[in-house]
């Protein structure tokens, strides 16, 4: 089965600490997104990456790193610079090439909270 | 800037129609996507719309006007299962790449 995975689904933390957070994708897709949803504000991004090897940064990246060594693999680390890490962290993957639309595929997502 | 404006909660009755409006202001328009997000999970495509005019999928329905910046989401024939929020979202080109700018989500609640 093609799909995206994240890993785990809940997330304890202590503040002061770094944390990653796992996606894989099996889709074949060269971009792969981080996103974070807060309570009424949608969805604002994170990271993003168009192919292995590169990845720029979305509207609210500070506090966070990413590295995409593989086409499958985007792991997000939430460091101890965030002021406000605990929310629900989803990873969506989509084409970038061919025939669109492009919509993203997104993970369950993984509820981190940081006491 | 970009930004992208919905209402935040809407009611609606069993069986009846419902259309879900989305305004936006931004540059390097590429399309337009509606997904659905059921509370707790992840949000799942509905539709896109890149030219002006209407889509149709099944009970769902999306209509673009460029000039306008505007779309709406129209949902026929509700069930209570269509209880969930419904996100716009818009595609933008930038130096290098694209990005999807997601608005904060209409919130549907379909009563009996």
């Not at chain 1, 796992?22 to 309570?39: G, V």
Request: with cysteine; aromatic share 14%.
């Amino acid at each position: 089965d093609g799909g995206i995975t994240q890993s785990p689904k809940y997330l304890f933390r202590k503040e002061g600490q770094n944390v990653t957070l796992s996606c894989e994708q099996n889709l074949n897709h060269d971009a792969m997104y981080w996103y974070r949803q807060d309570p009424g504000q949608g969805l604002r991004l994170i990271y993003y990456s168009q192919i292995v090897n590169d990845f720029q940064k979305g509207d609210i990246a500070e506090g966070y790193s990413v590295s995409r060594e593989k086409k499958e693999s985007f792991p997000l680390t939430v460091t101890s610079a965030q002021k406000n890490p605990t929310a629900f962290y989803l990873c969506a993957s989509s084409r970038s090439t061919g025939k669109s639309p492009y919509e993203q595929y997104f993970g369950p997502g993984t509820r981190l909270t940081v006491t | 800037g970009q930004n992208i404006d919905q209402p935040t909660e809407m009611t609606a009755t069993e069986g009846a129609i419902v259309q879900i409006n989305c305004t936006y202001q931004t540059s390097g328009f590429n399309g337009l996507f509606w997904y659905q997000q059921h509370a707790g999970e992840a949000p799942t495509f509905l539709s896109y719309n890149v030219l002006d005019g209407l889509e149709e999928k099944g009970r769902f329905s999306s209509f673009l006007s460029r000039s306008k910046g505007y779309s709406y989401l129209l949902l026929k024939e509700l069930q209570m299962k269509d209880s969930a929020s419904y996100l716009c979202a818009v595609r933008v080109g930038l130096t290098g790449g694209f990005k999807t700018i997601f608005g904060a989500g209409t919130r549907l609640f379909v009563k009996a």
